[in-house]
């Protein structure tokens, strides 16, 4: 498979990176804007970043995907793990 097989084969899926990009800038500039986005640790801010990935792409692609919907539990799953002492 070829690069440009790979990148039609995710603007397919995902839409593209232009729409993603705008989505997903967006959310993330509003929570860097939140009053208590310094004081997340690392593993919260890069977690929630991930998640608006996530959302960006399901917004701008394949909604019925369920690998986003998928990864989004597992990205909250590892801070609840975090917080549970695991």
């Given at each position: 498979?070829?690069?440009?097989?790979?990148l039609?084969?995710?603007?397919?899926?995902y839409?593209s990176?232009k729409?993603?990009?705008?989505?997903?800038q967006?959310?993330k500039?509003t929570?860097?804007?939140?009053?208590?986005?310094?004081?997340?640790s690392?593993?919260?801010?890069?977690?929630?970043?991930?998640i608006?990935?996530?959302?960006?792409?399901?917004?701008?692609?394949?909604?019925?995907?369920?690998?986003n919907?998928h990864?989004?539990?597992?990205?909250?799953?590892?801070?609840?793990?975090?917080?549970?002492?695991?």
């Amino acid at each position: 498979m070829t690069i440009e097989n790979t990148l039609v084969e995710r603007e397919r899926r995902y839409g593209s990176l232009k729409g993603h990009a705008a989505i997903s800038q967006g959310l993330k500039k509003t929570m860097f804007n939140a009053g208590k986005w310094h004081q997340l640790s690392d593993d919260k801010q890069e977690a929630l970043e991930m998640i608006c990935h996530k959302i960006a792409r399901i917004l701008n692609g394949d909604s019925e995907y369920k690998d986003n919907w998928h990864d989004i539990c597992g990205y909250a799953k590892l801070i609840e793990d975090t917080l549970n002492g695991n």
